[in-house]
């Protein structure tokens, strides 16, 4: 057997945090890519720190790393963080940047509207938003599809209906929800970011007498595995993690080769049907 010391390129795969099933699932396709490509991965988290994800991107670069793909938190690039045309993929989310970073992503506002009007057809008036965690302040693009639903069907938004976490602990969700509904705000469905928040809202729901979806119609983001094993079985939007990041590993390796890529390539989500908005 012939024995090689041929090192294998390496290439940096930053997320948020590795406890999101969306994020660590977008992470490990984008490895087993690289890895039949000829790549080493390397998956850093952030921990939804703005200057950890920083840390990691510089590191990276001065260790060598051929290329990045990152799910960032940040609201800017500071232009001084990486060498010019250094080559780099946002996956999922796009800081502002005097250079021209490739996205791939899915139309967030766009998926936003389509849940919200599926609610709106449902019945529902009072609409609850957890649009998830941003570790730099922005407004988020779910934000914008579902007050555009809202306003397209005579409903004026109303910030009380947009929880923001603060992205300290897991059980911040339920809290908040809880903490919410025990005030007697009237809500009748909840669209979280994730399927964990999801899992999250059911608990704080039947900890104040209501049920899903009786009381309250439930819709999350990711469409984890874990959707479908709830009771009742969640409504889900599918990001399509898998073809997300083939797309996003092909857009680095065509950067790293010199080669010319779209600007932005959109990745679209489905409306997966269950129980929780029968």
Same mark, same amino acid.
């Given at each position: 057997?012939?024995?090689?010391?041929?090192?294998?390129?390496?290439?940096?795969?930053?997320?948020?945090?590795?406890?999101?099933?969306?994020?660590?699932?977008?992470?490990?396709?984008?490895?087993?890519? &690289?890895? !039949?490509? %000829?790549?080493?991965?390397?998956?850093?988290? $952030?921990?939804? /720190? #703005?200057?950890? @994800?920083?840390?990691?991107?510089?590191? &990276?670069? !001065?260790? %060598?790393?051929?290329?990045?793909?990152?799910? $960032?938190?940040? /609201? #800017?690039?500071? @232009?001084?963080?990486?060498?010019?045309?250094?080559?780099?993929?946002?996956?999922d989310r796009n800081p502002a940047s005097e250079q021209k970073i490739p996205l791939v992503a899915n139309d967030d506002r766009a998926a936003m509207q389509m849940a919200t009007e599926y609610l709106i057809a449902q019945g529902c008036r009072n609409i609850l938003l957890m649009p998830g965690y941003l570790v730099e302040t922005r407004l988020s693009p779910r934000v914008i599809g579902y007050?555009?639903?809202?306003?397209?069907?005579?409903?004026?938004?109303?910030?009380?209906?947009?929880?923001?976490?603060?992205?300290?602990?897991?059980?911040?969700?339920?809290?908040?929800?809880?903490?919410?509904?025990?005030?007697?705000?009237?809500?009748?469905?909840?669209?979280?970011?994730?399927?964990?928040?999801?899992?999250?809202?059911?608990?704080?729901?039947?900890?104040?007498?209501?049920?899903?979806?009786?009381?309250?119609?439930?819709?999350?983001?990711?469409?984890?595995?874990?959707?479908?094993?709830?009771?009742?079985?969640?409504?889900?939007?599918?990001?399509?993690?898998?073809?997300?990041?083939?797309?996003?590993?092909?857009?680095?390796?065509?950067?790293?080769?010199?080669?010319?890529?779209?600007?932005?390539?959109?990745?679209?989500?489905?409306?997966?049907?269950?129980?929780?908005?029968?």
């Open positions: 057997m012939r024995v090689t010391n041929e090192k294998r390129p390496t290439v940096g795969i930053v997320i948020p945090t590795v406890d999101n099933s969306f994020f660590s699932n977008l992470a490990d396709s984008a490895a087993r890519c &690289l890895s !039949e490509k %000829g790549y080493t991965a390397l998956i850093l988290s $952030s921990l939804n /720190s #703005a200057e950890r @994800e920083k840390e990691h991107l510089k590191s &990276l670069t !001065e260790l %060598g790393a051929k290329g990045i793909l990152c799910v $960032s938190g940040l /609201s #800017a690039l500071p @232009e001084e963080l990486l060498p010019a045309d250094y080559p780099l993929v946002w996956v007050e555009e639903a809202l306003r397209e069907h005579g409903i004026e938004p109303n910030p009380a209906y947009i929880l923001n976490r603060a992205g300290k602990k897991p059980s911040e969700t339920e809290e908040l929800v809880r903490d919410l509904m025990g005030q007697g705000v009237p809500v009748d469905a909840i669209i979280t970011s994730s399927d964990r928040a999801a899992f999250g809202v059911i608990t704080a729901l039947h900890r104040v007498g209501l049920y899903v979806p009786e009381d309250v119609k439930l819709i999350s983001f990711d469409n984890s595995p874990y959707s479908t094993l709830a009771s009742p079985a969640i409504t889900a939007l599918d990001r399509n993690p898998h073809l997300l990041a083939e797309t996003a590993v092909r857009c680095l390796l065509d950067r790293i080769a010199g080669k010319p890529v779209e600007n932005e390539t959109i990745i679209p989500v489905s409306l997966c049907r269950r129980d929780s908005t029968r």
